[in-house]
């Protein structure tokens, strides 16, 4: 198959950036994971105050609340789709 030196640059190209979208993509999850086991290896719940306690136990709640409203909104995006 005949193709253009311009179409094989970017074919070049375009496999260059999704490789390197991936390896950044894979650092990232890397760094998001390491920041998760940190997070939940710091807190020792037996050990805060009771005010810093109640603090974590509302910022729980509330990104809780948010994930569920997230769900929610896309259960409905979804059963709008038609069947």
């Known amino acids: 198959m005949l193709t253009s ?3 094989d640059r970017l074919e070049t190209t375009s496999k260059a950036v999704g490789a390197a979208c991936q390896a950044l993509m894979r ?3 890397g760094i998001m994971s390491e920041q998760n086991q940190d ?9 805060l105050s009771s005010h810093k306690f109640k603090a974590r136990e509302i910022e729980q709640q509330t990104i809780f609340n948010e ?10 995006c979804l059963y709008g789709f038609p069947r």
């Open 67 to 76: 994930l569920e409203d997230r769900r929610c909104f896309s259960a409905s």
């Open 5 to 7: 030196k311009t179409q």
């Open 39 to 47: 997070e939940t290896e710091a807190v020792s719940y037996t050990k």
């Open 27 to 29: 650092q990232v999850q």
